[in-house]
Nanobody, 126 residues
């Protein structure tokens, strides 16, 4: 059974940094695509960044490009999101997710991810 558990959320002032972690257990053939999403009340989940455990480049949403970095440790059971230059609009519940590739590639699309963590709250004050 695949399980994802996030940690590292919290409150920070504008311009600050946070590092989110996601421990992944029970990985199967359909968990090679790994990503971070975020959600604010009243809206759907928005993709933040994604990475593949089989290699290749990362992908970032335009809103976080240059400020956030996604990473995966060597044994692929710990996914990270290093967040810098944080802005109030980054305030959200952040979720890590895992899923299979589509057509051989990973896409930062919510429906492509089958497994989700419970979320960790990030609050950026102005």
């Amino acid at each position: 059974q695949v399980k994802l558990v996030e940690s590292g959320g919290g409150s920070v002032a504008t311009g600050g940094s946070l590092r989110l972690s996601c421990v992944i257990s029970g990985q199967t053939y359909d968990t090679s695509c790994l990503g971070w999403f975020r959600q604010v009340p009243g809206k759907g989940r928005a993709g933040v960044a994604r990475i593949s455990s089989t290699g290749g480049s990362e992908y970032y949403a335009d809103s976080v490009k240059g400020r956030f970095t996604i990473g995966l440790d060597n044994d692929s059971d710990n996914l990270h999101l290093q967040m810098g230059s944080l802005k109030p609009e980054d305030t959200a519940m952040y979720f890590c997710a895992a899923g299979p590739p589509s057509g051989g590639s990973c896409y930062l699309i919510e429906n492509n991810f089958r497994y989700w963590g419970q979320g960790t709250q990030v609050t950026v004050s102005s």
